[in-house]
């Protein structure tokens, strides 16, 4: 620029030239892949969300914070493709090939997150686990064995890998966890592990209820141990059970694809698009079947709403999912259709628009739905996430500390693949944008 | 609007003296009732009809923006009012440009940035267009002020009906992309109680939610309530014929409307 020149302001072609010569910058490159994250909300005093600065913090000036109530990001080691909620304690399961595959968190008063050795004191274990913890597993070839699946109860915990079966950690007063009751066992960091091998084919789904187990091979039987007071072990009587036995009943020769439990009543979905339940039914779960409160033996559930995709049973309530992506639900407590349906025995739908379905995006359709003790969560093919239900200590991740009477979203910085709900908190993985 | 025949001038009954009879002075005078134009109401009298016309205009539209802007005469400002208290949602077209960011949100404005964009799709398009449809829901649902333990909320939430019938935050009800093709791109923008600057800063947030940066090129309004680009007049047509035949087709159009909200 010459000096005879005056200032003023930059002519167009000089603005051009400096947008031109201006660098650019790169966020993101074209092989930017999405991550896999893992959110946490709900009740944290008992350490099942994993962050230790919740109940202890380590700064002065942090208070504890008792009630997690929208979704927090857990930092994890690995990739977490399973993950279970119990009643206080949640399970993180990988899909790796390393010797961890299993970390725990929350209540270990039953060593139901197997032994985790207390460094204060090497003889005794933890009764409360802040952080996600490593859970030795006996395996054979722990460099080989996949772990598939997880699943937690009340006291205790199933682990389901590819090729060695499925272990078993907990409380074991009703057999729940497949072995011999022993009388005055203390469950208390017990280092005992046991280990189920004997079924009649590859077990592919594990399913924990309040105090029994359920096991589905991939011949489409169904085990079951545990606890029977209200039938909800299915085999015809109301003892308990220490060893896997096969159910029978109307799903005797039945395929059956997915089995559900949380609380003392259980759903079975066959190939064929059936229901079939048994267990407690005292909230009128069972009741278009039969008038007793108790049903030992699974009966077919004659509903006319077409093939159903997938089921979920929650404490007092049942949800299922059909092949048209339609949601009904039963039962008793907040159903999800507003604050006048609180108990019904006949499946009733849940219009669609509650879940984002309008004229304007018509190809939404819920892919997945899950239930906690009285809550209920569906997520989308579009990765959103409604919750319903009773918010127990801030477990529905709303923000707010009400009921929710219908669906409602969770914002979730993320697409949800996975959601497990317990009794007061709530654990989802989450692929990052 | 003067030189349209005026509203033919009140009639009123007078009785006039008749012209009287040629024969003789004196007698009654008889009186005959006629009809006859008022004096008052010539036009000589009387001036122009319209010296002043009183215009409102509806929701701002930008400098910048273009499309519906809605106008009220008369009588029909305080439509306008009322058309303001249903609170309908608003569409636009927005068209961005990825790989600029300005200080603000449009091309003309000063470069901040430029980034890479050749990672972006349009499924991670919609993706973010789907969080933020969510999260405009929830905002939706928050400040309409219902109370959600409440049957007639589940109702009126099941047949979307539910809006903020007050003062809110801008809220987006619905977007869908239209075109992609990269750089640019278009969008349909259902919104409540924005303003064209928010657009842009959205469009602005889409680019930095994509890992890149984006700036917005055009914001064109294409229905505001119940009027839509069909019913608008263009630049060419601002005459009185067609602004009288465009006042009588939406009448009734407005009318359903506001017996429907209120």
Redesign the interface.
Known sequence: RGLGVAAGPPSTRQLRE??EA?????????A?RRKDRVFVWGFSYSGALGVPSFVRPDAGWKKPRRIQPTPYRLETEEKISSAACGYGFTLLASNTRDVTKVWGMGLNKDSQLGFQRSRRDQTKGYEYVLEPSPIPLPLEKPQQTRVLQVSCGRAHSLVLTDSEGVFTMGNNSYGQCGRKVVEDEIYSGSHLIHQLKEFDSRVVQVVCGQDHSLFRTKKGTIYACGWGADGQTGLGHYNITSVPTKLHGDIAGVNIIQVSSYGDCCLAVSDEGDVFGWGNSEYLQLASVTETTQVNVPRHLPFKIGKIKEAACGGTGNVVLTEEGNVFVWGYGILG????LIETAVPEMI?P??F?W?D??PDIRVAHVRCGLSQFAAFTN???LFVWGKNLRGCLGTGRM?????P??V?V?G?VVDVACGVDHMVSMVRS? | LNAAPGRAPRQRVRFLPAPAPASGGGGAVELVAARVPVLADHPLVRGPRFRKLKIGAGHRLDVKASGVFVLGIGHGNKLLTELYNCHLTKVYTVRGLFGKATDDFSDTGNLVEKTTFDHITREKLERILAVIQGTNQKALLMYSNIDMKTQEAYELAVKGLIRPMGKSPPIITAVRCLQFALPEFQLEVHCLHETQQYLRKMVHEIGLELKSSAVCTQVRRIRDGVFSVDDALPRTQWNLQSIQEAIWNCQFKVETELEKTL
Do not use: C, H, I, M
């Not at chain 1, 259709?337 to 006048?340: E, L």
């Open positions: 400096a947008e201006a660098p650019v910058f790169q966020y993101a490159g074209k930017a259709k507003g604050p006048n219009p628009s509650l984002g309008s304007f995006s579009r990765g959103e009400e009921d929710q009477y219908f409602w979203r914002t910085p697409e944008f």
